[in-house]
């Protein structure tokens, strides 16, 4: 007497699941582009932070990479003028003059592979839909590699 029937929806996730994008299905319904989600003050500080790390992490590797190199060198000249090692100049010249025959062989072309193109492509879209965040990211880094 009384007894209350309960509805229920049925919802096919399989279906769901096929027409939805991948980044949605890890990160939920809210992760679209970073303009659909924060104001223009937080992208610029999201974009302004990310960027001055980028930049401050990449001048600190760049100058250690500029060491190593150099001192590599270094340490090559000093081996090569004390006599420890020798350098055939000849063999260089000539692998030298190989490359060059190479890069003007590849480069004649002036063409981008598929691949390549489409990636281009994917990273204009992504710059002209996070045009703010990108803008924060490119001062951030200047910013970053100056400090």
């Known amino acids: 007497a009384g007894a209350k029937e309960d509805s229920f929806n049925v919802l096919d996730l399989a279906e769901y699941t096929k027409n939805r994008p991948w980044w949605r299905k890890v990160f939920g319904p809210s992760s679209g582009s970073s303009a659909e989600k924060y104001n223009v003050a937080m992208q610029l500080v999201i974009g302004g932070v990310t960027g001055w790390c980028t930049g401050f992490i990449f001048q600190k590797v760049g100058k250690l990479a500029a ?67 990108t803008g924060g990211f490119a001062g951030g880094f200047l910013l970053g590699m100056a400090s």
């Open 67 to 133: 060491t190593a190199v150099g001192g590599g060198f270094f340490l090559l000249q000093i081996a090569n003028h004390t006599g420890y090692i020798k350098v055939d100049w000849k063999l260089v010249e000539r692998d030298v003059n190989k490359a060059k025959q190479q890069l003007k062989f590849h480069s004649s072309g002036n063409k981008m592979s598929p691949e390549v193109k489409s990636k281009v492509d994917e990273v204009i879209i992504f710059l002209k839909k996070n045009v703010i965040l």
